[in-house]
């Protein structure tokens, strides 16, 4: 089946440690999405990358890195720089809005980032 | 289990009712919309999408209805059931030199009661 996965589905960070989160794609999709959803809130953007190789700053992008080396890959890095990295975290894909005009975005099922 | 929900308004409902979920949203230029459920630890599913040159547009027991003149959006489930039972998220977007940016609400909880 196509989709987004994402990985893992719990995660726990020490202080002053870097994660990782992993979020793969087989949807051929070139736009792919990272938010940020706190208890009683909606998403919130982090960064987006619109083709391999580009990505942008949403808004809450401090504390955070990504990088888009693969069209299927968007990796999320939290740093010891994000002092309230406890939250549930979500990759989405897209088709290019410039390509098809807007256009839905589809989810994977997430990532809980707890502090230990 | 998954905390995303807490504090959200909610709506109540007996199951085999219609429900209708409002959205008032925010900015002007917004020319697409579309609503999302997401269930307890899974992430948003796409429900149904609308654009702003339609009102109106109807999907399996879901209609979505665009009120442009008062920035209101809504979203009617027929004949609820246990199922429906999850927070319902609206995302507007502003065509924004070819991205397509999405601006969530905060989302409504529907509890659907046997």
């Known amino acids: 089946d196509g989709g987004i996965t994402q990985s893992p589905k719990y995660l726990f960070r020490k202080e002053g440690q870097n994660v990782t989160l992993s979020c793969e794609q087989n949807l051929n999709h070139d736009a792919m999405y990272w938010y940020r959803q706190d208890p009683g809130q909606g998403l919130r953007l982090i960064y987006y990358?619109?083709?391999?190789?580009?990505?942008q700053k949403g808004d809450i992008a401090e504390g955070y890195s990504v990088s888009r080396e693969k069209k299927e890959s968007f990796p999320l890095t939290v740093t010891s720089a994000q002092k309230n990295p406890t939250a549930f975290y979500l990759c989405?894909?897209?088709?290019?809005?410039?390509?098809?005009?807007?256009?839905?975005?589809?989810f994977g099922d997430g990532t809980r980032l707890s502090i230990l | 289990g998954e905390s995303v929900g807490l504090h959200l308004p909610t709506l109540s409902v007996q199951e085999g009712d219609n429900s209708i979920i409002n959205c008032a949203y925010s900015n002007s230029a917004s020319d697409y919309f579309i609503w999302y459920k997401q269930e307890s630890g899974k992430g948003p599913q796409f429900i149904i999408d609308i654009r702003s040159n339609m009102d109106k547009r109807q999907g399996q027991r879901v209609t979505v209805l665009l009120n442009k003149t008062v920035k209101h959006l809504s979203l009617q489930i027929a004949a609820t059931q246990p199922g429906d039972s999850a927070v319902y998220f609206c995302?507007?977007?502003?065509?924004?030199?070819?991205?397509?940016?999405?601006?969530f609400g905060a989302g409504t909880r529907l509890a659907v009661h046997p």
């Open positions: 995302a507007e977007s502003p065509y924004l030199r070819g991205y397509n940016k999405l601006i």
């Open positions: 989405a894909s897209s088709i290019t809005a410039a390509l098809a005009g807007n256009q839905p975005q589809h």
């Open positions: 990358s619109q083709i391999v190789n580009d990505f």
